[in-house]
Structures are given as C-alpha cells and as structure tokens.
C-alpha cells in the first residue's frame, strides 16, 4: 500500500460496485456520475498499488488484492455506519435479511441477534433459516443483506470474516454398533458439507454405511443423536450433554476442517446493516468453544 489513510467515500465506492456489479448502478446509487466512481477506483488502486478489478469483466470480477481490500473495507464502512446507526434517530430504518445456517449453531446466532433487537427497538430484522447451501443461493441472489454460511468461495466480494470449525464424530451414550454392520449414519440431506466429509472418510477406510436419519434441522440431528440411533457429525456449539464424542481413529478419522464465512451487501448506504453485521462480528470474535464432550472408545 503506498498510504494507510485511505479515505472511505473511495472504499464506499468499491463495496458500492461489487454489490451492484455496475459502474453505472454504483453511481446512482451514491448520487455521483459514472466517471466520478471511475476516478475513485483509480484512485484506490493507487493506494493499493495494485489492480483491484479485472478489465473488461461483466458481472465486475475482483483481482486477489481486489478481494482482500473489499474485506477490509466492509468491516471499515460497517464500523462508520453502526456509528450512524447509533447517533441518528433510525426510525426510518428497513428490514435487516439475515441468512442463518441450520447447520451451524442456529440457537446460538439467533438469540444473540434477538438480545440485539431488544436493545435497539427500532431495529427490524427478517430471519431465514436453512442449509449453508441454501442460503448461500439466496445471498447470490440478493434476497439476504447478511448470511453466515459454509464457504463456498463464490462469494468472496461480499465476505467479512471467516473462521474454521473441526467437525466432530459423535453418537448416543446408548449407542452400540453391530460388530460388522454398516455405520448407521444421522445427516443433512445431501449437498450438506457434514455429510459429505462423513462419506469421504468412511469411504476412503472402505467401510459401508448407510443413512438411517435424514433432517434438514439441526435439533431433528441432535435427537437422532441422543437417542442412539446412529453416528453423526457436528461441531462443539451444536454437541449435548447426551452425546459422547468417538476417538479420531483408523475407522473415524479425523474430517476436513470446514470454513465458515460471514457475507453482507448494501452497509455503505444502511447502517442498520452495518448495525447487525457488527454485531455477528463480535459474537463470533468472543465465542469460545465449549468444553469438549468426555471421549469414549468408538462402539463395537
């Protein structure tokens, strides 16, 4: 970077463009003309002595250093508008669509986002819960201003944060598998991440399995869990008390790790976006896993 103080109206105008994938829509919607937010991406790419967008690309596509700043400047712009957000009366603030995963600590970010709304009255917030495969599509589309999701990496431009999670084999206290048997297995239908990395190891030590519970909530897993039924993945936010945690072994070897990621459009011009993006931000920065389950020796 040839200056650290970069000012924001020029990184406003590069989150701007990636979101409307236009140069054309980006100026509407900053009320500048079209060669103004031209001239700003000159100018950031100055700054950030590098290429940020591609040429001559149609929907607007990133450089690598492109993605990098674009990251950087969301958690910038989201800092400027909770400020906005927090000084301004808001009464005339629209709804907040956030994407939550129901694969991924759903309880967890939904009250936390609740205990944001309580303290701000005014706050308006549209939850949609579904497979990180789901929402993702949906953030594409642009029915979501926020999504917490499994990382495909399609959504680079509108990512804030990400973070990796180990995913866990467990099953029931009660649980006792069949010397010989396939390994009963409890998932996401398929397209879920947890599924797959249950098949990639168990097909790779060539042992047979089968799918004897499948659920699109992540409570409907946790019962299957806790009542013995069979074997599953999930990562220490989702673990109960009821459940015991298998050794990683020549049979459950350790998963893939996978990555989480938190995406968000349209903070320059709401800063009740930026309000909740914030806040999602510092639950995930805060949240310390919980004690790990006592480990057992995996059922015979």
Known sequence: MKALDIPTDLLRTLVTVIDCQSYTRA????????????????????????????????????TALGTQLASYARRILALHGELSYLTEENTGSETVRV?????????????????LRGSHPGLSLEFRCALSQSISQNFATGD????????????????????TVQPLWVTGRSFE?????????????????????MTEVLDSAGIAWYVIYESPFIQG??????????????T?????KKMKEL????????????????????TPARPEV???LNHLQQVFDTKRPPKRLNRTSHPK
């Open 99 to 115: 994407g939550l995963p129901t694969d991924y600590a759903t309880d967890a970010l939904q009250s936390s986002l609740l205990t």
């Open 274 to 276: 930026s309000l909740v």
């Open 236 to 240: 220490q936010p989702t673990l109960t």
């Open 27 to 62: 100026a509407e919607i900053l009320g500048c003309s079209q060669p103004t937010v031209s001239l700003h991406m000159r100018r950031l790419q100055d700054h950030a002595d590098g290429e940020l967008v591609l040429p001559k690309r149609k929907p607007v596509e990133l």
């Open 144 to 163: 979501l201003d926020i999504a917490v999701a499994i990382d495909p990496g399609a959504l680079n431009p509108y990512r804030s944060h990400t973070w």
């Open 177 to 197: 598998q069949a010397s010989g048997q396939p390994v009963p297995l409890i998932a996401h239908p398929k397209g879920c991440e947890y599924r797959l990395r």
């Open 221 to 234: 897993l946790q019962h299957a869990v806790e009542s013995g039924l069979g074997v599953s993945a999930l």
């Open 247 to 266: 050794p990683q072994d020549i049979d459950f070897a350790q998963m893939r790790a996978i990555t989480i990621g938190l995406f968000s459009r349209n």
